[in-house]
């Protein structure tokens, strides 16, 4: 018997995290500076985590919740998507963050063998949750080579061709983008809807950086019967380690949230009480303190676009929203990011993710979001420092 013999096929065709790789990379080495993770350098509101620490010692903590969530957190919720997002028609369902809320939708929407559609640079985890749940047809779609944004003429061919192949069972985007940072505007976004409508087709928008615009852009989400939006707290508030995150879905599409249900209360039955709680509280401070620190990372942004110089014109994009810039190597390193990458962690100090990992080969996607501006500076020095070096002399040991 195989060395695998034993292991689901499914879970050993999937790829491997590239947040383990990047880790494994990392471990020993000192003094690095990392531009790798999706994660913000703020921890989530002061008042809010005082709240918490006061229902530390209540028994209900302790307790299970509700399996969609703690009432009051969905009610906070629903009158926040209202609000905040223009969804009138939509339930809540809380989660241990944004990944399992796309596990579950998965899980509920999709059967194995079903064909799905994402877009180039695509998510990494979301493409891991496809691989993992069986789904073997995964339909990666271009981005414009201009913006990255994705390519809707393509997706109408794919969607209207008549051929024996069943019509892709959902189709996915992160708006704004993660890891390009591109963010598709409404009329794009609406035209994908109207595509996956007419060819019955759910749509699932991940909102995890409704927070993360610039330049004036501003986020929205669209409703409808086919369309599922999911959010999360975990960059919004900082809370990446408390792992809260919701699903939006149409309240009015039958059985729906009893599968959902089924899928919730097999994985976390509920998400974590006092994650929930902090959610509750951080809710209470409201968006204005998210803005506030989000708005300083355009300096952050800056510093990177001229650390990624060295690169050329045009080799930069994204950077629109999110925490992300998304950026292409010389010609030669096509098929070696990852160890442009390595060579990155050894010789300068310095962490970024392959674009390997996002159906990209030949990139790097770099956050701007983890790091307070000073040692921003330290990490963007040493970057420029080692692209400039790739450009010129290779990768010198």
């Known amino acids: 018997m195989g060395t695998f013999g034993m292991l689901a096929r499914r879970c050993v065709e999937t790829e491997t995290p590239v947040m383990v790789q990047i880790q494994q990379l990392m471990r020993g080495a000192e003094n690095l500076m990392s531009l790798a993770q999706g994660v913000v350098y703020w921890q989530p509101p002061e008042q809010a985590l005082d709240k918490v620490k006061e229902i530390v010692w209540d028994p209900a903590t302790s307790r299970y919740g509700a399996d969609d969530g703690l009432p009051e957190l969905r009610q906070a919720l629903t009158e926040k998507l209202r609000r905040e997002n223009k969804l009138t028609r939509s339930s809540v369902m809380v989660t241990a963050g944004a990944n399992q809320a796309f596990v579950n939708l998965v899980l509920t929407l999709c059967d194995a063998g079903d064909s799905v559609v ?3 640079p ?22 414009d080579p201009k913006t990255l944004q994705p390519d809707a003429d393509w997706l109408e061919k794919l969607l209207s061709e008549k051929g024996d192949k069943p019509v892709p069972k959902l189709v996915t985007v992160v708006n ?53 939006n999911v959010f999360s707290f975990s960059k919004a508030y900082g809370m990446m380690g408390w792992r809260v995150g919701y699903i939006a879905y149409p ?30 509280y951080s809710l209470e401070v409201g968006p204005e303190w998210i803005r506030e620190r989000v708005k300083d990372l ?60 996002s ?15 000073p040692d921003c500076e330290i990490a963007a020095r ?3 420092m080692g692209l400039e070096e790739l450009v010129r002399d290779g990768m010198v040991q």
Not at 253 to 274: F, R
């Open 118 to 120: 994402m877009f180039a």
């Open 122 to 143: 695509y998510y990494f985890n979301a493409y891991m949750s496809f691989q993992m749940t069986g789904i073997t047809d995964i339909i990666v779609g271009p981005g």
């Open 176 to 228: 704004p983008g993660n890891p390009s940072g591109v963010y598709i505007p409404r009329p794009l976004l609406q035209r994908i809807s109207d595509l996956c409508k007419s060819a019955g087709a759910w749509l699932v928008v991940d909102n995890t950086y409704e927070y993360f615009m610039y330049d004036g852009l501003e986020h929205f989400c669209l409703e409808d019967n086919h369309i599922v």
């Open 251 to 280: 309240t009015k599409v039958e059985g729906l949230a009893e599968q959902l249900l089924k899928v919730q209360d097999n994985i976390p039955i509920c998400a974590s009480i006092i994650g929930q709680r902090l959610a509750l």
């Open 298 to 357: 355009v300096n952050n942004r800056e510093l990177l676009i001229k650390a990624l110089s060295p690169l050329g014109e045009d080799a930069v994009k994204g950077g629109e929203g999110a925490i992300y810039l998304w950026a292409k190597l010389p010609e030669k390193y096509s098929d070696a990011d990852f160890e442009v990458v390595e060579w990155l962690v050894h010789r300068h100090g310095v962490v970024v993710i392959p674009g390997s990992a």
């Open 359 to 373: 159906g990209g080969p030949g990139h790097i996607r770099i956050s701007f979001g983890g790091l307070k501006q």
């Open 382 to 384: 040493r970057l420029k």
